[in-house]
């Protein structure tokens, strides 16, 4: 699978970059929004993880965008925000699944399976 990550925080990135660097998906991470928006378009990705708060902003409009156009098979959000209603707006907006954080490598990894 194709796999575009869109995280601002470095940790996090770098746990999802090293857990994918041992599978056989293709994957690429971005840290703006505007990059994200430009990697849809340019790498169209089967899945698109996408965090919800980057940089003081949230990537509502974008997810919204990437649902839209087709511009990814599957959105999952991952997001902080453990309360249901937030995971129901996602939901809402769109997205296939929510993985809230701090999540496992077993996590991610079923969550990935279910899309395949």
Do not use: W
């Amino acid at each position: 699978m194709r796999i575009l990550y869109l995280e601002d925080f470095e940790p996090d990135a770098s746990f999802v970059r090293l857990y994918m660097g041992s599978t056989r998906h293709e994957f690429v991470d971005v840290r703006s929004i505007d990059e994200a928006a430009r990697m849809l378009e340019t790498y169209p990705p089967d899945v698109f993880l996408v965090d919800i708060v980057i940089g003081g902003d949230t990537s509502y409009d974008l997810i919204k965008y990437a649902v839209d156009a087709q511009a990814a098979r599957h959105v999952v959000a991952v997001t902080a925000k453990a309360l249901p209603g937030d995971q129901r707006y996602c939901m809402n907006l769109g997205c296939t699944s929510v993985i809230t954080k701090p999540f496992t490598v077993d996590e991610l990894e079923e969550t990935l399976d279910h899309l395949t």
